[in-house]
Nanobody
Framework: QVQLVESGGGSVQSGGSLRLSCSVS????????MAWFRQAPGKEREAVAV???????TYADSVKGRFSIFRDNVKNTLYLQMNDLKSEDTATYYC???????????????????WGQGTQVTVSS
């Protein structure tokens, strides 16, 4: 059983930065794929960034060049550094993890069985 706890959300003005954290407990060493998703009111949950066990990354087109996903294995923590935030980045951000995700499916939320409770990010223009 894996537990994920997000933190670091908040309110920021457009152009600002935030760093989200996702603390992993339970069996962190067996996690192969970790990701950040977000969901805005009235919209479907969408993938933001994925970090594979080989440290390869995948980003949604909307955040490329602005967001960075990385992991600290000593602290068992996943991060999402968000720079140049825009009002359209406003959403609840969720950390997700799983032991195996099929290639080509890593951007699909239903591929992940472990989720955090979410942290709110609000960007004002």
């Amino acid at each position: 059983q894996v537990q994920l706890v997000e933190s670091g959300g908040g309110s920021v003005q457009s152009g600002g930065s935030l760093r989200l954290s996702c603390s992993v407990s339970g069996s962190p060493g067996s996690i192969f794929v970790m990701a950040w998703f977000r969901q805005a009111p009235g919209k479907e949950r969408e993938a933001v960034a994925v970090l594979d066990k080989d440290y390869s990354t995948t980003y949604a087109d909307s955040v490329k060049g602005r967001f960075s996903i990385f992991r600290d294995n000593v602290k068992n923590t996943l991060y999402l550094q968000m720079n140049d935030l825009k009002s359209e980045d406003t959403a609840t951000y969720y950390c997700a993890a799983d032991f195996m995700v099929q290639p080509g499916r890593k951007l699909f939320s239903n591929e992940y069985n472990n989720w955090g409770q979410g942290t709110q990010v609000t960007v004002s223009s």
